[in-house]
């Protein structure tokens, strides 16, 4: 008897070990919607690599509709690996997101450009400009 318990134990933190691991994979991917209030389009990004794509809802003659999805174009691809997210602004008529790199602090806007997700240029001010507000430095004479 006491041999079958000790085969149930091994059995069940087996089997929570593949739902941790099945957990991890699916949590691979994060989702955010568009803020605009009257667009149906969600954005997706991959946590680990930083690429981006949207879908949303279309209209279809003679169908309940489609899913048209919006691959990654210029700059929504895969980024240098990293922990990488989406923020939604609060601006009513804004139909982009920003993809979000939570080690660095660096932030692009994502948008779909024709047939396509577009992201622009990361940029980290913490670390290429001077922050707002900072006293210019002063010129020196020769």
Known sequence: ????????????????GLLLAGAAHA?????????????NRVYRVDKATGEVISCQYGLQENTIGTTLCFGPGEGAGPQAPSEYGLVASRHLREAGVFRVN???GAM???????DAVVCTPQGN???EAPRT??????????
Do not use: N, W
């Not at 949590?27 to 667009?39: N, R």
């Open 125 to 127: 001010a913490g670390s």
């Open 108 to 114: 692009s806007i994502c948008y779909v450009l024709d």
């Open 133 to 142: 507000g900072a006293a210019p430095t002063p010129a020196t004479k020769p």
């Open 1 to 16: 008897m006491r041999g079958r318990t000790g085969y149930r134990v091994r059995a069940a933190g087996a089997a929570a």
């Open 27 to 39: 949590a691979s991917y994060e989702f955010v919607p568009a803020p605009q209030a009257d667009l």
């Open 102 to 104: 939570h080690r660095t």
